[in-house]
């Protein structure tokens, strides 16, 4: 369970009213039973519940069971598509160890603004049915020529370039480091994106595949070639 709160031996954290939904009323969990709760920082801990009740309750923290564990320093860059869609490369962009989300507006992305809180949400909830003791940030929605104007230029851009139409390319050989895979709408990106994109220094552009693949495949087919690479 993750719990926004800090863990040590011996502190008492209460329940939201969700939390106890989850625990008693979906997990059948009540007073004495024990689970593990995180919160994206100090690992992972054992911890009893002390109080159950239908509209929040208390859990004493006992000891940690497991160190705290980073991702590799991977954030996913992707325009936001429709909603199911989106949430489904939010949790499964945790699933696969990005430590960031930065859903990014392009020419051709239909939404004009994003339930920033709600893909948190889906966040923390892929980061607990994983066992993960992490949760990436996901950001609010910024224009794509915002964010490469700020760009940090130690970080390295994977661009998810179906022109280049061949086999995946392969990432052996490229260096270990921060990285960021970058993924566009369904409708890809401009053509004066991509000339933007072709003309950054930092972007590599790679192919997944002979085959175009929607956006949500295409992310998490990118972050997986990534793992396979240079993650760990
Ligand atoms: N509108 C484009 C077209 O019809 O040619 C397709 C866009 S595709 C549905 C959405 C995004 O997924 C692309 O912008 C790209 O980042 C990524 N993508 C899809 N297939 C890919 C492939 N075979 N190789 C690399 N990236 C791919």
Redesign the pocket.
């Known amino acids: 369970l993750f719990i926004d709160h800090p863990l040590g031996a011996g502190q008492a954290v209460g329940l939201t009213a969700d939390q106890a939904h989850y625990l008693f009323g979906v997990m059948r969990l009540g007073q004495g039973d024990r689970l593990t709760v995180f919160n994206g920082r100090d690992g992972a801990w054992s911890a009893e519940i002390a109080v159950a009740s239908k509209r929040g309750g208390q859990v004493t923290v006992l000891a940690q069971t497991a160190p705290q564990q980073m991702p590799p320093d991977l954030w996913l860059l992707f325009a936001p598509i429709k909603k199911a869609r989106t949430d489904f490369i939010v949790e499964k962009a945790t699933e696969m160890g990005a430590a960031r989300i930065m859903p990014v507006q392009t020419e051709f992305t239909n939404a004009e603004r994003i339930r920033q809180d709600r893909l948190q949400a889906h966040a923390v909830e892929a980061a607990e049915q994983c066992g993960g003791t992490f949760v990436p940030p996901v950001a609010d929605l910024v224009p794509l020529r915002r964010v490469l104007a700020d760009w940090p230029p130690e970080r390295r851009i994977l661009?998810?370039?179906?022109a280049?139409?061949g086999p995946a390319d392969t990432l052996a050989g490229l260096a270990r480091g921060p990285w960021a895979v970058?993924?566009?709408?369904?409708?890809?990106?401009s053509p004066a994106e991509r000339e933007m994109l072709g003309a950054l220094d930092v972007v590599t552009p790679?192919?997944?595949?002979?085959?175009?693949?929607?956006?949500d495949t295409?992310a998490v087919a990118?972050l997986t070639l990534f793992q396979a690479h240079l993650g760990d």
């Open positions: 661009w998810g370039d179906e280049r139409y970058l993924i566009g709408p369904e409708g890809g990106f790679i192919s997944l595949g002979p085959r175009i693949l929607r956006a295409a990118a």
